[in-house]
């Protein structure tokens, strides 16, 4: 079965970096889209970049936009999101999913990790 297991988080101080990292396994096709979300207590999940493995562009949303970078070492079935120019703003629970679509949109999305708590101050 399809498991999603992020790791990475953690405290930064505004303008620092981070890199998160997420071991995707058990999906039986080659392409599908993955994805990076982030929730903060009180609102609903946020889409923050994503791109469908059989090619094309990433997306990010416009709050992560330059400073945020999707990526993917197929080698190592890993995703990662290196995250620059960190915000207090920033703070939040971070996930990634995966969906069998070749649609790069943020709807979905069907298997999720349990999430890595990123703090920035």
């Known amino acids: 079965h399809v498991q999603l297991v992020e790791s990475g988080g953690g405290s930064a101080q505004a303008g620092g970096s981070l890199t998160l990292s997420c071991v995707v396994s058990?999906?039986?096709?080659?392409?599908?889209?993955l994805a990076w979300f982030r929730q903060i207590p009180g609102k609903e999940r946020e889409g923050l970049a994503t791109f469908y493995t059989g090619g094309g562009p990433a997306y990010y949303a416009a709050s992560v936009k330059g400073r945020f970078t999707i990526s993917r070492d197929n080698t190592k079935n890993m995703l990662y999101l290196q995250m620059n120019s960190l915000k207090p703003e920033d703070t939040a629970v971070y996930y990634c999913?995966?969906?069998?679509?070749?649609?790069?949109?943020?709807?979905?999305?069907?298997?999720w990790g349990k999430g890595t708590q990123v703090t920035v101050s």
């Open positions: 058990g999906y039986r096709y080659s392409t599908y889209c």
């Open positions: 999913a995966q969906k069998g679509s070749y649609i790069s949109d943020y709807g979905g999305f069907g298997y």
